[in-house]
Structures are given as C-alpha cells and as structure tokens.
C-alpha cells in the first residue's frame, strides 16, 4: 500500500476552503478561512460528505462531527487536522 | 422500573420485545447515552440475535461494540446515511437508477433569496420539507398561493439548512416495509381526515375522531391538532372548520400522513398491486448499506400495477418506526419486528467500513 505523507496545515486549510465552496457553490475566495465554521451553515450530511472526502484525500478517518463544531475556523480546523 | 419492564412512551420498542419473545429470544432494557451528538442517556432494548448484541431505541437499530468512535453501536443502516437522510440526494440516486421521483431542487437557507424565487421557476402545486427532516415536520404540501408558499420555505429555514421545493404529488401515501432484499408489509398512511355525516361540522368531527382515538388508544395513532397548517390546508379544498361535510364525505385536514400528525394506518397488503413490492425492493437494494427502512411512495392508483408516472418515491427512513404496522387503525397486524429479527438471526450484509 502506497504511503501517505502527513498532510501539511496549509494543505488541509486549502482542501476544506475548497470543499466548503464547493458545497455552497460559491468562489473558494469567497470563504474566509478565520471565520467560525458556523458561517458556512453546514448540516450533519455535509459534515459526513466532509469527513469521507478527507479520507479519501488524505488517508485518514477523522469523525464528520468535528465539521460540526461551528466555533471554530477553518484555520484552527487545519491545524488540528494537520497535527494527528 | 426494572430492565424489564416496558415504557409506553417507547412503543416500537415493546413491539420489538414482544417480537423477540415470540422467538425465544431473551430482551432487557438498558439505560446508556449513544454518544457524539446525542451524550444523553435513553433507553435501550437489548438483545443478542445471530451471534451479536443489537440496542433498540424509538426505531433506531444498532449493533453494539461496532463503532470506530466509541458510540454505543454502529446503527443498522451506517453506510447507507449519506444517501437515505439527504432526500434531495436520495432522489438523484433513485432517478438515476429509472425509479420515478417527484421533480425538485434544494436551497441553501443563507440563499435564501434563490429558495423565494422557486415559486416563480417551478410548476405548481408544490410542496416544502427540509431536506434532512423526519417525521413531518416543517412539510407542507399542495401549495399554489405565493404567500403559503413563503411562509413555508421561511419556517423551514429557521430550522434546518437546507429547504427542499418539489412538486406537490397526488394519491394515496403507501408506506412499505423493507427488510434487505424484499418488501415484507405494507401499509396505506391516510393523513389526518374525518368523515361527514351530514349535521356536524368539521370541528365537532375532528373532536368525535379524537374522542374514539382516545376511547380505542391504538399506539402509535395521536390526536388531530386543529392548527394552522390544518386551516390552510382546508383552504386548498376552498373549505373552513366551519364547514358541515355530506354523510359519508372522507375530508383530508392535511397534506402530511405521519402518525405524528394525526394519520391512519391502514393494513394494506391487499390493496397495493403487487408489482410495487419489486419495485421497491430493487429500489432499496440499489442502496449500498441499506438493510431496513421504511419507503414512503405516493401511488396515483394502487390497484394498477406499477409503471413510471404513476408513481413517486418520496424517502427512506432509516431508523423507520414499526409500531403502525403491529397496531394498524384497521386492518391485520403485520410482525415487521419478526423479519427484523430473522435478518438479524441470518447476518445482513457486513458493512465495508466494518471490514477493513
């Protein structure tokens, strides 16, 4: 099995500015990675559809409910997801 | 209350009890948080059927000790949640496939502006939900005036995400039970209505309704609630409370058929041509991780058999309730439970995250 690299913090905030615009249908500049995640209104299927995809993206399974702690930005989200 | 004894106040789970019973199968309560999102404690039935501990709670269904987040258990249906709780998705799925759904789009509430304008841009009569709701709420059906239309798509959106705006279908709601690979009942939901006889008027039917509800207190089956939704459903009909049906006339009081809101269940495995019941089954197999659920289907004609156009599905439960079908308005009991059990007793299919 192919080795996955520890993904980088910038890396995993570019991937979840992408993915969230991507839902919203919006312009990934659009999304401003230290607001509260709650901005983005994301529901728990969102949150699921989320948490699949950075698996897939990074190789590891990281709980959909963590997209659904609308206190935090998108910034602090990268940093955690960052550093396992 | 000792962990045997049952609590009327969670009655799938007595079905599933007495079900269990039925097959020598020993059951106990439990009192246990499942964890995550929902931290506080509930009850539980539990069982161990084909070599495994199951938890049963208000038609949840979960295999204990399988979650990799240290949750109670993996619920029955885990990998099909993305498909089954997301209606808008659940529908691409389904047309995709060659099953017919109803026509529709899903808005996000901070577009709310996009969700408005939908009136405009679709045919009507249409009908509002959210798009990841359960049990009614929030649903309105058969709507043709713009302002019904903006009241509904505003009430959604103080609740949830997402508002879905279809096309409002007509017929008779069958709701079918599925217990992976086959349909194993089926029974007709009637939306809240009463029958005229000529004197009294619709308030006095609805409070006679209630009253046998009460005298006969099939579980399942709550009283009609006279509140808005109901007037302006009425007013679709060009009809008020006040209205004094003719002996024998059956008036809908709302669009929705959910025991929740008043509905009848009805038995209906003769009524429904069996074609459906193929229909449906490859509809439920054509979901990956689907193992139990409840299909609502709008059919223009039930005696017809199947054929696209005549006939919409409109969702799949999947933590469906059973209790309607042990204790139908009217009609014979159908031991959804007993399936459950033996799909249980025989293993479903392993679910691929579990396998790794």
């Known amino acids: 099995m192919e080795e996955l690299t520890v993904p980088t913090v910038t890396a995993v905030n570019r991937w979840i500015m992408v993915h969230v615009a991507t839902l919203l249908g919006v312009d990934s500049g659009t999304i401003d990675p230290a607001a509260p995640l709650s901005t983005y209104d994301l529901d728990s299927v969102d949150a699921i559809e989320m948490a699949m995809q950075f698996e897939c993206a990074f190789g590891r399974a990281i709980h959909p409910e963590i997209f659904m702690d609308g206190d935090r930005s998108i910034d602090a989200l990268a940093e955690q997801l960052a550093d396992p | ?356």
Not at chain 2, 153 to 163: D, E, F, L
Not at chain 2, 338 to 349: K, N
């Open chain 2, 1 to 356: 209350m000792d962990s045997l004894t049952d609590d009327t106040s969670d009655y799938h789970a007595i079905c599933m009890r007495t079900a269990a019973a039925a097959k020598g199968i020993g059951a106990r309560y439990v009192i246990a948080p499942y964890g995550g999102r929902f931290p506080e404690p509930r009850r539980w039935l539990t069982f161990t059927a084909g070599g495994r501990r199951y938890y049963f709670s208000a038609g949840w269904l979960v295999e204990g000790g399988r979650d990799p987040w240290g949750r109670l258990g993996r619920h029955v249906n885990e990998d099909a949640t993305l498909v089954v709780r997301d209606k808008n998705r659940l529908k691409l799925h389904l047309a995709e496939r060659g099953f017919c759904v109803p026509s529709g789009r899903v808005f996000r509430r901070n577009d709310l502006a996009a969700a408005l304008r939908a009136f405009d841009a679709m045919p009507g009569p249409l009908c509002v939900k959210p798009n990841l709701g359960t049990q009614g709420d929030c649903v309105v059906t058969s709507i043709r005036k713009r302002a019904d239309f903006e009241a509904a798509v505003r009430r959604v959106a103080a609740g949830y995400q997402k508002i879905l705006v279809e096309e409002s279908v007509g017929g008779s709601l069958i709701r079918f039970f599925y217990v992976r690979p086959a349909v194993v009942a089926v029974k007709l939901s009637r939306p809240a209505s009463v029958v005229g006889d000529g004197s009294a008027d619709l308030i006095r039917l609805i409070e006679a309704k209630n009253l046998r509800r009460r005298r006969r207190s099939v579980p399942g089956h709550e009283p009609i609630v006279v509140d808005d939704e109901v007037r302006r459903f009425l007013e679709t009909q060009g009809r008020r409370l006040e209205d004094v049906p003719a002996a024998g006339e059956r008036v809908c009081l709302r669009g929705t058929s959910n025991g929740a809101t008043g509905a009848d269940s009805i038995a209906a495995p003769g009524l429904v041509h069996p074609s459906y019941a193929g229909v449906v089954a490859a509809a439920c197999n054509s979901v990956p991780g689907l193992n139990v659920s409840a299909i609502d289907v709008m059919i223009r004609d039930p005696g017809e058999p199947a054929a696209p156009g005549r006939y919409w599905i409109l969702e799949m439960n999947r933590s469906p309730g059973v209790t309607p079908y042990h204790h139908p308005w009217k009609g014979e009991a159908q031991n959804v439970c007993g399936a459950v059990l033996d799909l249980l007793e025989r293993g479903y299919e392993p679910a691929a995250a579990a396998e790794a």
